[in-house]
């Protein structure tokens, strides 16, 4: 019998959140943001489900090639850009768009004689200090792109650094900036990302004084995950994309003052009955989540107590006279929230969704 560990992908979920984010949206292309391995819920998976998405936008040359060769004719978006010389051939071969955000990557261009043409998108610095131009060289940039004659230059773009923060007016400097810069420039503009898309408006479209199209790029809310403090994936309007379960493989009736797990760092305040369930950090369940860390086991909430160890957790079922070995255990997903799990293992959800492990088995579920 294969492990209990199950990762189910709600193929239904991410369809609904990506109509979702086209209403928000206001007529703007949708990029689908698939790096990550679809933020660990399968790349080819999710590119299939978002067929319907003007563009995925991946994080490497190696994750366009695995979408080409499971088929996906879409638009695909590069967002690191080439990392070598040599990259601009198979970006051309792939028929792949390259972000353009530094000068070594504008004299590659310059040098290249390969006569198929490629489409670029040029990245400016507005304050993120990542990647991108400063805001002072980029209409050279541009320039030095549109004198190249196998290069088009599709779409101007930032990345927001505090979108998050609805109070935070570095993101309304950050556009300041970003249109300073390019207003006499053409092309489609690119500046919201998925906490953009909720909280500024203002982002989702172009400078008003531009005709060209506008893209919004989104990752975390088509997978149902927040990217707000405090709030869950459903409390944005989303769904939870990905449900991690396993099933409960023991029950011990154990007497007060037991040490349960590794180093004895909780202890039965009185007679009780434990239960052992199939996940640990070698499944990319979380190692650093504290005592009172809740699973749902059967629709009820229990808490982890003692040490999650690489196999297995530890459950307290007082109050669940009715538990038994294979009963399904939840971990994140439905009405326990992956939020509510990245706050106890102080992270975020895209980390615990990214993080899963290949002895997960990953099951699809269509509705």
Not at 196 to 206: H, K, M
Not at 251 to 256: A, E, G, T, V, W
Request: with cysteine; net charge neutral; charged share 20%.
């Amino acid at each position: 019998m294969s492990r209990a560990t199950v990762a189910t992908i709600h193929l239904g979920a991410l369809r609904r959140n990506l109509a979702r984010v086209r209403e928000l949206a206001r007529g703007a292309k949708v990029m689908a943001v698939v790096k990550a391995d679809g933020y660990g819920h399968g790349l080819e998976r999710v590119a299939r489900t978002l067929v319907d998405a003007d563009a995925f936008g991946v994080a490497a040359l190696g994750d366009g090639l695995r979408l080409r060769a499971a088929g996906i004719t879409n638009r695909i978006v590069v967002l690191s850009g080439p990392d070598e010389a040599a990259d601009l051939a198979e970006f051309r071969r792939l028929q792949l768009e390259a972000v353009i955000h530094h000068e070594s990557q504008l004299a590659w261009l310059e040098a290249d004689r390969d006569r198929r043409r490629l489409r670029v998108w040029l990245k400016i610095d507005s304050g993120m200090h990542r990647l991108g131009f400063a805001p002072a060289h980029a209409a050279d940039a541009f320039a030095r792109l549109r004198a190249v004659d196998n290069v088009d230059v599709d779409t101007l773009m930032t990345h927001l650094a505090a979108s998050d923060e609805f109070d935070n007016p570095v993101t309304l400097q950050q556009v300041e900036c970003f249109n300073a810069a390019t207003t006499a420039l053409t092309g489609a503009r690119s500046l919201a990302n998925s906490a953009a898309v909720l909280g500024w408006p203002q982002t989702r479209g172009t400078d008003p004084g531009h005709a060209d199209p506008s893209w919004v790029r989104v990752g975390g809310l088509l997978y149902g995950l927040s990217v707000i403090a405090g709030k869950s994936g459903a409390d944005l309007g989303f769904e939870p994309a990905m449900t991690l379960s396993t099933r409960l493989i023991s029950i011990k009736q154990l007497s007060r003052g037991d040490a349960v797990g590794y180093a004895g760092t909780w202890r039965c305040p009185e007679d009780m009955p434990i239960g052992v369930a199939a996940i640990g950090y070698g499944d990319g369940y979380p190692r650093n989540v504290g005592a009172d860390t809740p699973v749902s086991v059967s629709g009820q909430r229990a808490p982890i107590v003692g040490r999650v160890s690489m196999d297995l957790i530890t459950v307290d079922l007082r109050g669940m006279p009715h538990a038994r070995v294979g009963d399904r255990v939840v971990l994140w997903g439905g009405e326990l929230p992956i939020e509510h799990i990245a706050a106890h293992a102080g992270t975020i959800s895209y980390d615990l969704a990214c993080g899963m492990t290949k002895r997960v088995l990953f099951v699809e579920d269509g509705g």
